[in-house]
């Protein structure tokens, strides 16, 4: 049983089909990236993931339990956790408060300071700046926020959209370094990246998704060496 089957999905947007009827599987312990073009339908598949969408068809299961129409406060409470594009952070919040957001389905005080040390290990820069509003962060510090947000509400699920998306250079390898050590920490990973290297370069597997649909799908490592690949998507 995957941690996370998706099967013959299909979203619309009024008479617009923006999922065909999509269908892949997310292995407990597995860094899996989506990629594609803009418009083929990446954040469409996550918002749907997490309950922000409805499908028109098709199944979500997530650990074996239907969760296609499960409003998305509750998918976060059964342990799937989003990191948008964007960040979506509250800028007028404090560094601390954005992650008090992030563990709103948790009522364990102990398991709340746990959580928050761990963030913390992994991010020392929002340690040092927690009584910082958050709007006030680089944007890379942003996207760390974003994350350790995401982290605090104990997900087994990590689905992230466009982590690099404006980053310096510098601030994209040290964010998806902390994308597989929190993989390693034992937290899945369902990751949406226009920069196709480097999300191939830490993925176990990856899909490759056109106009709504599945065109290719392999090992991240087979997929780095293959010439579609590199022709359209990794400027090669």
Not at 26 to 32: D, K, W
Not at 62 to 69: L, N, Q
Not at 97 to 124: C, H, I, Q
Request: no cysteine.
């Amino acid at each position: 049983m995957a941690m996370l089957e998706v099967e013959n999905l299909e979203v619309n947007y009024g008479v617009i089909k923006a999922l065909k009827g999509i269908s892949f599987t997310v292995e407990e312990g597995e860094i899996i990236a989506l990629i594609g073009a803009n418009g083929a339908g990446k954040t469409t598949t996550l918002h749907t993931i997490s309950g922000l969408l409805s499908p028109h068809a098709g199944s979500i299961r997530f650990m074996d339990k239907e969760i296609s129409r499960v409003p998305s406060h509750k998918i976060v409470g059964m342990g799937i956790a989003q990191v948008p594009e964007g960040r979506r952070i509250f800028a007028n919040l404090s560094v601390y408060n954005n992650l008090r957001m992030g563990a709103y389905t948790r009522k364990d005080k102990e398991e709340f300071e746990r959580n928050l040390e761990t963030v913390y290990a992994s991010f020392p820069i929002l340690k040092e700046r927690r009584e910082q509003m958050g709007g006030t962060l680089s944007g890379g510090e942003q996207q760390m926020l974003a994350m350790g947000r995401a982290l605090m509400s104990s997900p087994r699920l990590m689905i992230m959209d466009e982590p690099s998306m404006g980053l310096s250079p510098i601030y994209v390898n040290e964010i998806f370094a902390i994308i597989k050590k929190v993989n390693e920490q034992g937290v899945t990973v369902l990751l949406v990246e226009q920069n196709a290297k480097k999300a191939l370069s830490i993925a176990d597997r990856a899909y490759v998704l056109e106009t709504g649909n599945i065109v290719l799908t392999g090992k991240a490592s087979d997929l780095l060496e293959d010439e579609r690949i590199k022709k359209a998507y990794l400027g090669e």
